[in-house]
């Protein structure tokens, strides 16, 4: 059974079956994510050495990908690497057992969404983004949101506040999986008959925002309540 605080709405029990959904989202969204990655840096290795067959290259989508191979590659890196430590930042038995572990990888997790952040920002509008102009504002606002959550995530545990630390941590990895959010709503658009486009479009703008809720939802259910204090 997970960990999962009460604030007395709902019983243990049904926080606990709310909680495994979640986290068996979470195992199959970092998943996708991470398959996402290594794809995109070996489509970009054999560009680069020449092996990539031309028919790939050529095509829109993969084209801004091989003519910017290390922006690609300065943001897909650090995406590994947030998609890999984001979660295990959440397992309490890790950091009750190992507090050093759990303060080390934090720091390299905010640097790498930092790196990410800034790289997505970017590339948002260099590439530029497939599909509507709207996209790369939305990539921008997710940017900057998932920057803003990480940075009050960390001023709070410099001043040792671990209730609000914890849901502004919980907000920033939420906005930041909502990468592949988007490719599983791009997935359902494409499986609904949306063309690539249109299914790509629509994911990119409602992908955030569901995944922004969700999070939200389990921060309000979670949170523990402030006794004697009003
Ligand atoms: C705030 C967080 C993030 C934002 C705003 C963001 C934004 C973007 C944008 C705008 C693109 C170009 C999309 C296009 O092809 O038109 C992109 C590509 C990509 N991003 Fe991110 N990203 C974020 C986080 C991550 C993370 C954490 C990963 C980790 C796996 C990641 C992996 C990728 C990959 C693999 C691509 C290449 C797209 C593909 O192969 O389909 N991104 N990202």
Redesign the pocket.
Known sequence: MINVPRNGVLSAPILQVIGLIGWAFIVYLVYD??I??V???G?ISQSLSGELHPQVAAHP?NA??VEMPML?LA??I???L??ILGPVQFISSMRKRFPRLHRVSGYVYLLS?AL??L???Y??FV?????WTL??WV??L??I??LYFLYRAFGYIRVRNIKLHREFMIRGFA??????TL?LFLDWGQLAGMDFTLA?NVATVSSMPVTLVAAEMWIRLTRPVNRGHR
């Open positions: 994510a991470l996402d990655a794809t995109r840096a489509f989508f801004r990908y690609t943001h897909v650090p995406g590994f947030f998609m969404a990410v952040a790289g997505a920002s590339i948002g590439l530029p983004i497939w599909g996209n790369q990539s921008l997710s940017s949101l998932m906005v930041g999986l909502s990468i592949s490719r790509w």
